[in-house]
């Protein structure tokens, strides 16, 4: 049998591990979590901006089209000018 010295260094070892485990998955979760969630915002806006112009994208025209996906600052300003 294993002494009460023994069981204790087992239950902390096993609590430690697990607290680690967490903390480890924890730091390399968020990251791509956060990179997902960016990615999904971006291409929504994308498609918000399609249905915005809401036409057909031959009748749009190559670089109107490109020019209102460029991403940039200057997006919405496009976007804005466009609606007007």
């Known amino acids: ?3 009460p010295i023994a069981q204790l260094v087992q239950t902390n070892i096993t609590r430690f591990g697990t607290i680690v ?3 480890f998955l924890v730091s390399i ?3 791509l979590y956060r990179y997902n969630i960016r990615l999904a915002t971006y291409y929504d806006a994308h498609g918000d901006i399609l249905q915005l112009l809401d036409t057909k ?3 749009v025209g190559f670089i109107d089209l490109a020019q209102a996906l460029t991403s940039g600052r200057h997006l919405l300003k496009d976007l804005l000018a466009r609606l007007k």
């Open 1 to 3: 049998m294993c002494g």
């Open 57 to 59: 994208i031959g009748s």
């Open 21 to 23: 485990m967490i903390i």
């Open 29 to 31: 979760l968020t990251p």
